[in-house]
Structure formats: structure tokens, C-alpha cells
């Protein structure tokens, strides 16, 4: 078994950005976006910057709240950014933010943003210790307490009173 590197690793060094177009496919019958799609886009970059942090292969555990601010319409670029905000010992927070632009006027809507959990996996699909995070500065502290509270009522809500 292959052992996590016991030094930490960055914040940005698990960031990933992903960039797509939406097209006719990606719409409902109002010509937005499904919000299934950006869901999917959402949680492979999610996944993504996961994956980077522990060095594994990762699965999808939990996503928190999901709220879609603004339509995404056809013809957006539509851009997620990911990147690790927790680790616990095997798990792993990313935060995820969309920004819909029309690529025509530049115009630059954030429409949500969402915390999603993985799990990170070995080579026999358990779960697997992961290197701590490092914040980068005091706006990624911030974030960590609050994303450990998250976790620490993800936690309580999981467990039989």
C-alpha cells in the first residue's frame, strides 16, 4: 500500500478551472441550461482539484447546498473554478464557482456557488488517508474553519440520535 505524502500540500496547488460552451444540447425547453448539467461540470472539477490534493482517485460523498442565482443560456462560456477548502483524514472539501460570460460583451455572471465531498479511494476502492492542506493566506483560514464546522454538521446530521 502506498503511503500519502506526510508533508502538506497548497491550496492552489489543487486549483482547476474548466471552461465550456454551452450549446443546444446543454439546454431545456426555456433554452437555459439544465442545471444537471452544470451540476456534472460542477462536480468533475470538483473531483479534479480532489484528486490533485490527495494524489487518488476520489468519489463524490456529499454536496451541500446548491442554489442557481442566474440562468445559464446557450451560447455562455461558461467557467468553474475549483479548489480544496477541507481535508479530514480520508475526506476532502472542494469549493466550486460558475461564471456564465457572454463571450461576445464579456459580460461575467456568477451564477452559484456549492461545496461538494469526496472520499479519497486506494487501489482497493477504501478509503485512504490524505495529505493536510496548507492555507496560502488569511482568507484560506477563514475558509477552513468554516468548512470544518460544514463537515462537523454533515457529521451530526449523518450519525442515529
Known sequence: MISPP??????SASRVTLAQLMQP???????????GWIMK???????????RHAGRRVVTVAVDQMVFRQP????DLVTITAEVSFVGRTSLEAEVHVVAEDPITGYRTHTNTAYL?????????????????????RAHIIRME??????????????PE
Open 117 to 137: 465531498m469526496y472520499v479519497a479511494l486506494d487501489e482497493n476502492h477504501h478509503p485512504t488517508p490524505v495529505p493536510p492542506l496548507i492555507p496560502e493566506n
Open 25 to 35: 444540447e446543454h439546454a431545456n425547453a426555456l433554452g437555459n441550461v439544465h442545471g
Open 41 to 51: 461540470l460542477m462536480d468533475e472539477a470538483g473531483a479534479l482539484a480532489c484528486m
Open 72 to 75: 445559464i443560456r446557450i451560447g
Open 6 to 11: 506526510s508533508s502538506g500540500k497548497t491550496v
Open 146 to 159: 468554516e468548512a470544518k464546522a460544514r463537515q462537523e454538521r454533515r457529521l451530526a446530521a449523518k450519525s
